[in-house]
């Protein structure tokens, strides 16, 4: 059984930085694809970055390039999401998703392992 935990949500100003953590236990992830999500009040669950375990190759939505780093630790199975310049927009649940899957990876069905959410506000 897989397990994602996420980490490191919280208040921070617009303009301001947030990193946010995503622990896999289970098993190993070298042919995974591991991705955030995130959900606003109202919304949708939408696509925000993803990582290519084994190729290191990164996605971003557009909304967030330029402003978001996705980054792995292979040591320690963790995916870090690195958020600068926030927004108020980007207030929402964070979510961590992985899949062995290699279709629709901005797709949450595309994702069958998920954790709780961490929230994110920005404050204007």
């Known amino acids: 059984q897989v397990q994602l935990v996420e980490s490191g949500g919280g208040l921070v100003q617009a303009g301001g930085s947030l990193k946010l953590s995503c622990a896999a236990s289970?098993?190993?992830?070298?042919?995974?694809?591991t991705a955030w999500f995130r959900q606003a009040p109202g919304k949708e669950r939408e696509f925000v970055a993803s990582?290519?375990?084994?190729?290191?190759?990164?996605y971003y939505t557009d909304s967030v390039k330029g402003r978001f780093t996705i980054s792995k630790d292979n040591a320690k199975n963790t995916v870090d999401l690195q958020m600068n310049n926030a927004k108020p927009e980007d207030t929402a649940v964070y979510y961590c998703?992985?899949?062995?899957?290699?279709?629709?990876?901005?797709?949450?069905?595309?994702?069958?392992?998920w954790g709780q959410g961490t929230q994110v506000t920005v404050s204007s």
């Open positions: 289970g098993r190993t992830f070298s042919s995974y694809t």
């Open positions: 990582i290519r375990w084994n190729s290191g190759r990164t």
């Open positions: 998703a992985a899949t062995s899957g290699v279709l629709n990876l901005r797709v949450p069905g595309a994702y069958n392992y």
